[in-house]
């Protein structure tokens, strides 16, 4: 294993230049008519008063990650560069909303891990989720509009679901690369609405 256990990243604290792009955000949907007066104001008050990324994330969920004038092939919110978790004898669940840091590693050993990206914002247009299974498992869930690229080696176990990279890979997508070494064990993604 390499260093300590990262913290939950959607409770990590963030820095006024996490706030400072949240509200460059807010007033561009503002000007592009996407909020009113009013609603732009609720919410850069609630972006200036925000502490963690999870307070970041309910504020813009509704608009476009980029306006209209620059690419979409970049969907991401600010958030933490890499996170670590341990699920040994033990599980691990990620639901609902959260941020999916751009390296994402998960170690199970006779434990498993639960995966629910669907809610998910990203803070990178390409993640990369390292599993690595003993005698454990993996579920990873992804939206419909998510691509998946599957590295992972199976030793007695296996790596199972789609795998965009046999094919074209959209760039205006988001970006899921699924890597790792299972052993007695799986992972295995989903792709769900």
Known sequence: MEG??????SSMRISDDDRHRVAEQLREAAGAGRLDLDELDERLEATYAARTYADLVPITRDLPVLPAS???????????ESERHLAILSGLERTGVWVVPQH????????????????????APEVVISVSCFMGGAQITVGPDVNV???????????SGPNDALGIVDPS????????VAVWGGVSVERRS
Request: avoid cysteine.
């Open 4 to 9: 300590p256990l990262e913290p939950d990243s």
């Open 70 to 80: 620059r690419p979409a092939s970049t969907p991401v919110v600010a958030g933490p």
């Open 104 to 123: 994402l590693k998960v170690f199970a050993m006779m434990g498993g891990a639960d995966l629910d990206l669907r809610e998910a914002r990203f803070s």
């Open 149 to 159: 690229v599957m590295e992972g080696t199976g030793i007695m176990g296996g790596y």
């Open 173 to 180: 997508r988001p970006t899921v690369r699924v890597r790792g």
